[in-house]
């Protein structure tokens, strides 16, 4: 391969024509600031340190945000931590990105290469030629050869070494959070408990509840949680459904779990979590919009397509005295994804407390 750097004529005269067209040859190369003047060279040097400089200060933001600000279950004191570490993580990628494009654009050569085409093996002098450009390149950036650049090498190799902190410091300080997987066995139903519309908390009647309608339902009491609010609700939604009990095929062992027709199952998909919430009355399917599982409520929530392994976990539902749809108990198995401990029977200790009213 062979490369000319800069042909300095418009178009070089008297040049032959190829298929009827004329060599218009390169425009005359004017040179950057930078080129000839060294106070510009070294301010261009400065400002690509500095945006270097940018990058290595939103790692410390990000890290010392998620190190720093305490998150509470407030939606605005998350948002407020997220942004935080975001405009970090922001910070350190934008400042390499800039650094190098300025870099470039600034302080390595921007003359106009011609290359010219060639044979498929490259001869040794286009090798050669290579392995010049190679080393041009390397003297260009500053890395070696004769003008050396210490500052930006410097800064650049702080800036690449410590971005990737942003990302990964959160992830080695969870190392030591709460791996109890125990947790997800347990949610905030109790026996007794309302059923209550999400997000409002007004609780539901059984007269509500017609036939091919869908609730999105939370426990009485969620909205009230000054602690893990977030949390319990991510365990604890349900979809409240009323079929017409003849379509409604009672699983062993749940006779009584259902109320003429209406039916509670978890909101969480069993395959990675995401909410199950599109209903089709005609066919009684719940689908997933993440992965298309799909759930077939008139016969226990089973998987009948896609990715999920297991049914939907169902709530078992009485009515009180006063005509409201309550929980008989927690969840008789653990809701969301499966995971290596997960268990699948109330023998396993994770079943929750049946007593009415006891806190969570
Ligand atoms: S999370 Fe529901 S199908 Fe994947």
């Not at 300095?8 to 040859?25: A, D, M, Y």
């Not at 190799?157 to 791996?179: E, F, Y």
């Not at 069993?270 to 993440?290: D, I, K, N, R, S």
């Amino acid at each position: 391969m062979s490369t000319t750097e800069n042909p300095t004529e418009h178009g070089p005269e008297g040049s032959e024509k190829q298929n009827g067209f004329e060599n218009p040859g390169l425009p005359y190369h004017r040179p950057r600031r930078a080129d000839v003047d060294p106070k510009a060279d070294k301010k261009a040097e400065r400002q690509v340190a500095a945006l270097f400089g940018v990058s290595i200060v939103g790692t410390i933001v990000a890290i010392g945000s998620y190190m720093a600000l305490d998150m509470t279950d407030e939606i605005d004191s998350i948002r407020f931590v997220n942004m935080a570490i975001g405009l970090g993580i922001f910070l350190a990628m934008i400042g390499i990105g800039l650094g190098a494009i300025h870099w470039a654009k600034t302080l390595m050569r921007d003359h106009e290469m011609v290359e010219e085409r060639h044979a498929m093996r490259s001869s040794d002098e286009a090798r050669e030629g290579a392995i010049q450009n190679l080393k041009d390149g390397a003297e260009d950036s500053g890395i070696g050869g004769v003008k050396r650049r210490p500052v930006l090498i410097g800064s650049m190799l702080t800036a690449l070494l410590a971005a990737p902190l942003a990302l990964l410091w959160p992830q080695i300080g969870n190392m030591g959070a709460d791996w109890n997987t125990s947790n997800f066995g347990h949610t905030m139903w109790r026996k007794g408990m309302r059923l209550t519309r999400d997000p409002d908390g007004t609780p539901i009647k059984a007269s509500d509840v017609t036939i091919g309608s869908a609730f999105h339902v939370i426990p009485d009491g969620l909205n009230e949680l000054e602690h893990h609010k977030i949390e319990e609700k991510a365990k604890a939604v349900v979809l409240l459904l009323r079929l017409d009990p003849r379509d409604l095929k009672i699983q062993e062992g749940r006779e009584d779990w259902s109320f003429d027709g209406i039916v509670a199952y978890s909101k969480i998909c069993t395959h990675v979590g995401c909410p199950v919430a599109l209903y089709e009355q005609q066919t009684h399917h719940l689908l997933c919009p993440c992965h298309q599982s799909t759930f077939d409520v008139a016969d226990g929530a089973k998987v009948v397509f896609g990715p999920a392994k297991r049914p939907l976990p169902q709530l078992p539902i009485a009515v009180d005295d006063e005509g409201y749809i309550v929980a008989q108990s927690d969840f008789h198995e653990p809701i969301g994804p499966s995971y290596w401990t997960r268990l699948s029977d109330t023998s396993d200790g994770l079943h929750a407390d049946d007593t009415e009213g006891s806190s969570h």
